[in-house]
């Protein structure tokens, strides 16, 4: 299935977690927290501001960014687990 999604929004899929810390130790799954960055699969048009003019967004897909904890709403497409959130709860983009 293809999500598109709309306006200044995006599609994004968490990184995958760490099961072990360097020094071995496993990390049960209620310990775990949701991790904070993910890989944009694909992005809305851009933002309409109110004199009608279309702002491109700087987020582009392929991109490795970071978002706040609660940031998005989570969604499943084909069975994998992902988010969809607006440009400005974007915290920063990975080099």
């Given at each position: 299935m293809?999500?598109?999604?709309?306006?200044?929004?995006?599609?994004?899929?968490?990184?995958?977690?760490?099961?072990?810390?360097?020094?071995?130790?496993?990390i049960?799954d209620s310990?775990?927290?949701?991790?904070?960055?993910?890989?944009?699969?694909?992005?809305?048009?851009?933002?309409?501001l109110?004199?009608?003019?279309?702002?491109?967004?700087?987020?582009?897909?392929?991109?490795r960014i970071?978002?706040?904890?609660?940031?998005g709403?989570?969604?499943?497409?084909?069975?994998?687990?992902?988010?969809?959130?607006?440009?400005?709860?974007?915290?920063?983009?990975?080099?």
């Amino acid at each position: 299935m293809n999500v598109r999604p709309l306006q200044d929004r995006l599609l994004v899929r968490r990184v995958e977690e760490v099961e072990k810390t360097k020094g071995g130790i496993i990390i049960p799954d209620s310990a775990k927290e949701r991790p904070l960055e993910g890989n944009v699969i694909s992005v809305g048009a851009g933002k309409r501001l109110e004199d009608g003019t279309l702002v491109a967004l700087d987020v582009k897909a392929g991109d490795r960014i970071l978002f706040g904890k609660y940031a998005g709403t989570e969604i499943k497409i084909d069975g994998l687990d992902h988010i969809i959130l607006r440009e400005d709860e974007v915290l920063g983009v990975l080099e």
